[in-house]
């Protein structure tokens, strides 16, 4: 994996990070690279409330930021920044404002590389949402100055219309933090953690393969 100055990674909603890149940011952090983590929402419209149920609608906001700020740790994130926009309605926001607003954190943080969502290709609304802000806000910069932007891509069609990912990590080494990480967010992944575990555990291959390997489609800006 090549070494990066910083890492900006930039998701809607709280466990995002978890399944898809926790690995790679592990394996960036173990490299010494510092990761900055902003996360637009507390994902507090999120359907489920644990299992068995342990949150309430009024409470799942705070048990949520909770179970993101867990997240951090475990991955060793020191720069969580949570924007503090709506649930489900990231679609809805100004897209300039909010890609001004991103904007004025990539600025900041000077980040050699982004991981966000292939717009069009991440099936949630939020998801496309915010990976569309990112990289209008990156098209603002300076063609020299534009870090390298790795989308998540999972919609059906995404190969067929995008191609195959470009860059694969293997995040074997690092599979008990992402398996850590992921568990982080109970109130979402309570039972399908305990069900990866064991599948892990018996080496189940097609979970083995989607667990160990971190897609990412490289954005052509």
């Known amino acids: 994996m090549e070494k990066e100055r910083h890492v900006l990674v930039i998701f809607p909603h709280p466990d995002d990070e978890a399944f ?13 690279t510092p990761v900055t983590y902003a996360c637009l929402t507390l994902g507090e419209m999120g ?3 644990g299992n068995p ?12 930021k909770e179970e993101l700020e867990e997240a951090a740790r475990v991955l060793g994130i020191r720069d969580l920044r ?18 001004n607003r991103l904007g004025a ?10 991981i966000t969502f292939y717009p069009g290709y991440a099936v949630h609304p939020d998801h496309d949402a915010t990976g569309a802000a990112v990289i209008r806000a990156v098209k603002e910069l300076p063609a020299d100055k534009r870090p390298k932007v790795h989308c998540v891509a999972f919609s059906n069609n995404c190969e067929e219309e995008i ?14 933090r992402k398996i850590a990480a992921i568990k982080a967010h109970a109130s979402q992944t309570q039972l399908m953690a305990a069900n990866m575990e064991e599948s892990i555990k018996n080496q189940d291959p097609e979970v083995l393969a989607r667990m160990y390997k ?3 489609w490289t954005y052509k800006i």
């Open 20 to 32: 898809g890149v926790s690995g790679t940011i592990s394996l960036h952090i173990d490299n010494g």
């Open 47 to 49: 359907r489920n409330m």
């Open 53 to 64: 149920p342990f949150a309430t609608r009024e409470t799942l906001p705070k048990i949520r």
């Open 82 to 99: 949570m924007l503090g926009y709506r649930d489900k309605t990231v679609e809805f926001e100004d897209e300039e404002m909010l890609a």
């Open 105 to 114: 954190i990539i600025g900041e943080t000077n980040p050699s590389l982004i």
């Open 163 to 176: 191609g195959q990912a470009d860059v694969v990590n293997d995040v074997s080494a690092v599979i008990d």
């Open 214 to 216: 971190e897609r990412f």
